[in-house]
């Protein structure tokens, strides 16, 4: 399978904390995308980051990326119980889109 | 920000029917949709891509005969589960990317369907 592993599988933190997420994947890559995806729902794009680049941010996130390791972090600072979702990181090997997602991590943050 | 939507957001149906869920993007074409598929507590995988007004390009595994996808306009994309079984049953969601170049792709709400 050429699905990328996330870790941890699930985070619970209180509000307040940063939250880090770890992704890992498999092939060379054009971009490597992270998503949020609250409960029954549709995904939402959260940052997305080239091969070339090693850093990102927008507003509370802030994305790594290390082709080297073939690994990436996104890392939510000041998490709020709004933030309770899954987060997926996403491949693109291509450049056109085919998204190979990663197994995701269940944030929860509590009040 | 571009908007896809999805009908119907959750069907149930007995084995043996065809379901056909549809994806359209609203306030923008859309030349290439894509398909996912997403079980209970797991990621989501690509069933299929298509750009329209050509035929689909599926990925491995996925049976071409039984899920059916048209992309008749740059609005519109089907997905038709034919001959339903409970184990179809699934979070399905469609996403949808303005031109060849735009790196981002805008998710549909998704569908839940329940096969008895």
């Known amino acids: 399978s050429q699905q990328g592993e996330e870790d941890p599988q699930a985070l619970s933190i209180q509000e307040g904390e940063n939250a880090t997420m770890n992704c890992s994947y498999k092939?060379?890559?054009?971009?490597l995308q992270w998503y949020r995806q609250n409960s029954g729902r549709g995904l939402v794009h959260l940052i997305l980051?080239?091969?070339?680049?090693r850093e990102k941010h927008s507003g509370r996130l802030r994305v790594t990326l290390d082709t080297s390791k073939k690994s990436s972090s996104l890392l939510i600072t000041a998490s709020r119980a709004a933030d309770t979702a899954s987060y997926f990181c996403?491949?693109?090997?291509?450049?056109?889109?085919?998204?190979?997602f990663g197994t995701g991590t269940r944030l929860l943050v509590s009040p | 920000g571009a908007v896809v939507s999805q009908h119907p957001s959750w069907v149930i149906c007995k084995s043996g029917t065809s379901v056909k869920i549809e994806c359209r993007s609203l306030?923008?074409?859309?030349?290439?949709m894509f398909w996912y598929r997403q079980f209970p507590k797991q990621s989501l995988m690509l069933m299929a891509t298509?750009?329209?007004?050509?035929?689909?390009?599926?990925e491995q595994g996925v049976e071409k005969d039984k899920f059916l996808i048209n992309h008749a306009s740059l609005t519109l994309s089907t997905l038709t589960v034919t001959s339903a079984h409970p184990e179809d049953s699934s979070f399905y969601i469609c996403?949808?990317?303005?031109?060849?170049?735009?790196?981002?792709?805008?998710f549909g709400p998704g569908t839940r369907l329940l096969v008895l």
């Open positions: 092939t060379s890559i054009n971009n």
């Open positions: 306030d923008f074409q859309a030349t290439t």
């Open positions: 996403a491949t693109d090997a291509t450049g056109f889109q085919k998204l190979v």
């Open positions: 298509s750009n329209e007004g050509s035929k689909a390009t599926y």
């Open positions: 996403s949808a990317r303005v031109g060849t170049h735009q790196e981002t792709q805008y």
């Open positions: 980051i080239r091969s070339n680049e």
